[in-house]
């Protein structure tokens, strides 16, 4: 299975450590996994694992890079937590026509983003999380358990 997540503005301290647990717990399962990001998200996942212990054969690619030529994935896993990450999103979604799963995440529930990528077809889902990582943790198990039958 090929999985691409996307990131977003790294502004929310639990973004880099709950992609780095997805990208291991994917990899563990034999997915073959890209990423598009914003840069700072990439510098700051670059300094996160500086010896490719968790990223290692994981493709990257700036964020607007990806929606210049698509490739083949089976989903897209986005990490949204502001009006941005909504429409990369949903860009990404038609652009690759994968089956796309957004984790709207923050200090407050935003019905807002988990409704308007509801309403635009994509299994959204909302933890609240912004420094503990243990929410995000168990959604993102929940989510991968329901993606790969093993």
């Avoid at 503990?132 to 989510?143: C, D």
Wanted: glycine content about 6%.
């Amino acid at each position: 299975m090929r999985v691409l997540i996307l990131l977003g503005c790294p502004e929310p301290p639990v973004l880099v450590p709950s992609f780095i647990y997805l990208t291991n717990m994917l990899k563990k399962k034999g997915c073959e996994v890209f990423v598009s990001a914003n840069t700072a998200a990439l510098k700051l996942v670059e300094t996160a694992d500086p010896e490719k212990l968790y990223i290692k054969n994981v493709g990257f690619q700036e964020i607007d890079e990806g929606l210049k030529d698509a490739f083949d994935v089976d989903y897209i896993i986005s990490f949204v937590h502001n009006d941005a990450g909504v429409s990369y999103t949903i860009t990404y979604m038609h652009k690759y026509k994968a089956k796309t799963i957004g984790v709207v995440f923050g200090r407050e529930m935003k019905e807002d983003f988990v409704n308007t990528l509801k309403e635009n077809g994509i299994e959204a889902y909302f933890v609240r999380a912004f420094h503990n990582p243990m929410p995000m943790v168990v959604t993102l198990k929940r989510i991968l358990e329901n993606i790969i039958k093993n």
